[in-house]
């Protein structure tokens, strides 16, 4: 038994999202990514003296939506407050966030295990929070790009509720589908707009009492997420091992070296002094604007896996493939209810075309192959007009040209050949070349018929139509 056997994790993530409104939380500039710095910024966001917020209606809306997809308790009241430390890229000295009454407590997260079953992972709160400014750091200094402060962000806890690095990759990927399907916020990693930290400790298997928690910054790419709280569990096993002591601290991950580093020591809460935002009244959320709200929701992830299932008998693991993304989940749809054949749409998405996108990096919605080619490529499969085989060298074409089935069989010359004359005039052509194993079919070798088909499937380059085939060479082969 190695070490690490010994132990267990205790994950608990903590992840901020951007809102996807059009201005930010507290002011009108727009909210946009990627302008020239500092050229999306008044009064308020760059914190003047005298400015005073305005709640983004928006925004609280799109924080209600997330909350009642994830089953949470949504606070009819509840309380700004300023989160007060020093940093360049904040110049009002504080960030308006919520503390002792955030909007929404409890719900969870469902996720897929490996084992194909699911389960929920606790939530502990969501609140609102402004996004602060962004700092670059040059040889000559550290430039403040203020375009990011104030756009409306979502913080949601998780409970220590996860204990592999898998569950907590699990538990991201489920929460970013969510956020995506209910067109909160755009899920991005890479971009920013969608932040995680994760919160580790470890602890003999069996005890009681959790560990003292790491917490890990900036992983910012969802390849890096296991890794990163793998190296990490790795790390503090290790040093518990040798004795020592684990301190509370913020880490960074370091993806070119593949390790975490110190970052700083932990502030506590008390570092803060957070107070009730003295410059915004409670926020309220009536349960008329929730009940409307709940009413333009749009069938989550975990409604559309358990419809596919019903509906089009789909295994839980391929059912949650193909729900992993709206316009994913919607192309199947649309391919099965052309084709009429699930099973096969299924395996067609997610066997041949999903590979080929990922490599092409190419999103589903601008697939080579349209929903109307796919099906009718099924439905020949299906009517026996052309075998798997040649379905396999159409598809490859289809993806590579984007034409129609219909327009590749002529092109290629590969339409199936189920004519009898046609057939038994190569058939004919077999059972003269190989007379010697005509003899033994007719002592009784009678699984030699496989051996005839074969040769014809050969001389007609996988063309001849199966069924057809077989019926032939039998007849042909007990008239010799
Ligand atoms: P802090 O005050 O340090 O921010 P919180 O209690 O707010 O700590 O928890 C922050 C995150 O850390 C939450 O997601 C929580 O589930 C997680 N967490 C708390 N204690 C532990 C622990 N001992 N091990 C791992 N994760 C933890
Ligand atoms: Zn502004
Ligand atoms: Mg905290």
Same mark, same amino acid.
């Given at each position: 038994?190695?070490? =690490? ?245 913020? =880490? ?229």
């Amino acid at each position: 038994m190695s070490a =690490r056997d010994k132990y267990e994790a205790v994950i608990g993530l903590e992840v901020h999202a951007q809102l996807l409104t059009s201005s930010k939380m507290f002011c009108s500039c727009p909210n946009v990514f990627g302008a020239e710095p500092n050229t999306k910024i008044c009064p308020v966001c760059t914190g003047q003296p005298g400015a005073l917020p305005v709640v983004n209606r928006h925004a609280i809306e799109l924080g209600v939506r997330v909350g009642l997809a994830l089953n949470s308790t949504i606070h009819p009241v509840s309380i700004f407050a300023r989160k007060n430390y020093f940093y360049p890229d904040l110049p009002k000295g504080y960030q308006i966030s919520q503390y002792e009454q955030p909007f929404c407590t409890g719900g969870e997260v469902p996720i897929q295990l490996k084992d194909g079953t699911q389960r929920g992972v606790k939530l502990t709160r969501i609140h609102f929070e402004e996004d602060v400014g962004k700092s670059t750091h040059h040889g000559h200094g550290t430039r403040v790009d203020l375009n990011r402060a104030c756009v409306p962000l979502i913080e949601m806890v998780s409970e220590p509720d996860m204990r592999t690095a898998f569950e907590a990759g699990q538990y991201l990927r489920a929460l970013r589908n969510i956020l995506r399907y209910t067109q909160v916020c755009d899920g991005n990693l890479e971009e920013g707009n969608f932040r995680c930290d994760a919160n580790i400790s470890v602890r003999l298997k069996g005890a009681q009492e959790f560990g003292t928690k790491v917490e890990l910054k900036n992983i910012n790419s969802f390849r890096y997420v296991e890794k990163a709280i793998d190296y990490e569990i790795d790390r503090q096993v290790e040093m518990i091992e040798l004795g020592e002591v684990i301190q509370q601290q913020t =880490r960074g991950w370091n993806a070119a070296k593949g390790t975490t580093e110190l970052m700083r020591l932990k502030e506590g809460a008390a570092d803060y002094r957070y107070f009730p935002e003295p410059d915004l009244a409670p926020l309220e959320i009536t349960t008329d604007w929730q009940n409307e709200i709940r009413k333009q929701l749009p069938e989550l992830p975990q409604q559309k896996s358990e419809r596919f299932q019903e509906s089009y008998g789909l295994s839980p693991y391929d059912a949650s493939v193909l729900t992993a993304a709206q316009e994913l989940a919607q192309y199947f749809e649309t391919v099965t209810n052309l084709s009429q054949n699930a099973k096969a749409s299924a395996n067609w998405v997610m066997n041949e075309l999903l590979g080929r996108l990922n490599a092409a990096s190419v999103e589903i919605d601008q697939s080579p192959v349209s929903t109307e080619h796919l099906a009718d490529l099924i439905r020949r499969i299906d009517s026996n007009e052309i075998s798997g085989k040649i379905a396999k060298t159409v598809f490859e074409a289809m993806f590579a040209t984007a034409k129609a089935p219909e327009t590749i069989l002529n092109e290629k010359g590969l339409r199936q050949i189920s004519d009898a004359k046609q057939l038994e005039k190569v058939i004919q052509k077999v059972i003269e070349a190989n007379t010697s194993q005509v003899v033994e079919y007719k002592n009784g070798k009678t699984k030699l018929l496989g051996f005839f088909v074969g040769q014809v499937m050969k001389e007609t380059k996988g063309q001849a139509n199966p069924g057809v085939l077989n019926e032939l060479v039998k007849k042909l082969l007990d008239s010799q």
